[in-house]
T-cell receptor
Framework: GAGVSQSPSNKVTEKGKDVELRCDPISGHTALYWYRQSLGQGLEFLIYFQGNSAPDKSGLPSDRFSAERTGGSVSTLTIQRTQQEDSAVYLC???????????????FGPGTRLTVT | GENVEQHPSTLSVQEGDSAVIKCTYSDSASNYFPWYKQELGKRPQLIIDIRSNVGEKKDQRIAVTLNKTAKHFSLHITETQPEDSAVYFCAAPSYSGSARQLTFGSGTQLTVLP
C-alpha cells in the first residue's frame, strides 16, 4: 500500500515568509509525528498527534511553529516568519500506536527540505 | 520522560569486520527497542527491533541484544559491506501522559571502508 507522503519535497523561501508543509500518513495510522533534522544531525521531535487527543507540542522550538491534523488524517506544519535557522529537512512519520510493541513502529515520509534564504 | 543515549557518534570499520553500536535508556518500563537506518538523503527505515521479553534477536547479519537490568541495548552488524554505510538510530518508547512515542538516540554515522 501507499506509504507516508509529504509535500513539497523541496521548499525555498525568503526569511520572514510563512511556509506550510503537508503530510499524508498511512491510512489507518492513528499516530502522526513531525521531526526536524538539520544537516548531519539527529531527529528532533516537534509534535505528536494521537487520534482525537490533544497533541503533544512539547518539541516545538518556538511559537512560530504550529501544526494541525484535520479529520485524523492529513497534517500541516506551519512555520511563520521563517528564519535561516529553520532550514532543515522536516520529516513526518505515522504509526498504529496501539498497546503492543510492534505498533510503535514509525513509518517515515521522504521529508521536505526547507531552505530559508 | 525517556532519555536515550547512543554511542559512538561515528564509527569506521573495514569491510568484513563487525560493527557495534550501543544505546542506554532511562525508563525501566520501556518494552520495545527499534533500530532505524538512514542512508544519505533518504528517510529512516526500521531494520530490526526487540521486545523486552527476549535478550537477543537476529536477522541475517544484524542482531540486537538487550540488557534490561543495565538498561542498555546494542546493534551488532557482522561481515559489514559498503551498503551498510549509513546513520543508525536507536529508540525507546516514552510516555507523555496517555500518549506514546519514541525517543531517538542522536545517531551513529557508520562508514564501511572497502
Amino acid at each position: 500500500g501507499a506509504g507516508v507522503s509529504q509535500s513539497p519535497s523541496n521548499k525555498v523561501t525568503e526569511k520572514g515568509k510563512d511556509v506550510e508543509l503537508r503530510c499524508d500518513p498511512i491510512s489507518g495510522h492513528t499516530a502522526l509525528y513531525w521531526y526536524r533534522q538539520s544537516l548531519g544531525q539527529g531527529l528532533e521531535f516537534l509534535i505528536y498527534f494521537q487520534g482525537n487527543s490533544a497533541p503533544d507540542k512539547s518539541g516545538l522550538p518556538s511559537d512560530r511553529f504550529s501544526a494541525e491534523r484535520t479529520g485524523g488524517s492529513v497534517s500541516t506544519l506551519t512555520i511563520q516568519r521563517t528564519q535561516q535557522e529553520d532550514s532543515a529537512v522536516y520529516l513526518c512519520a505515522s504509526s498504529l500506536a496501539g498497546t503492543s510493541g510492534s505498533s510503535y513502529e514509525q513509518y517515515f515520509g521522504p521529508g521536505t527540505r526547507l531552505t530559508v534564504t | 520522560g525517556e532519555n536515550v543515549e547512543q554511542h559512538p557518534s561515528t564509527l569506521s570499520v573495514q569491510e568484513g569486520d563487525s560493527a557495534v553500536i550501543k544505546c542506554t535508556y532511562s525508563d525501566s518500563a520501556s518494552n520495545y527497542f527499534p533500530w532505524y537506518k538512514q542512508e544519505l538523503g533518504k528517510r529512516p527505515q526500521l531494520i530490526i527491533d526487540i521486545r523486552s521479553n527476549v535478550g537477543e534477536k537476529k536477522d541475517q547479519r544484524i542482531a540486537v541484544t538487550l540488557n534490561k537490568t543495565a538498561k542498555h541495548f546494542s546493534l551488532h552488524i557482522t561481515e559489514t559491506q559498503p551498503e551498510d554505510s549509513a546513520v543508525y538510530f536507536c529508540a525507546a518508547p516514552s510516555y507523555s501522559g496517555s500518549a506514546r512515542q519514541l525517543t531517538f538516540g542522536s545517531g551513529t554515522q557508520l562508514t564501511v571502508l572497502p
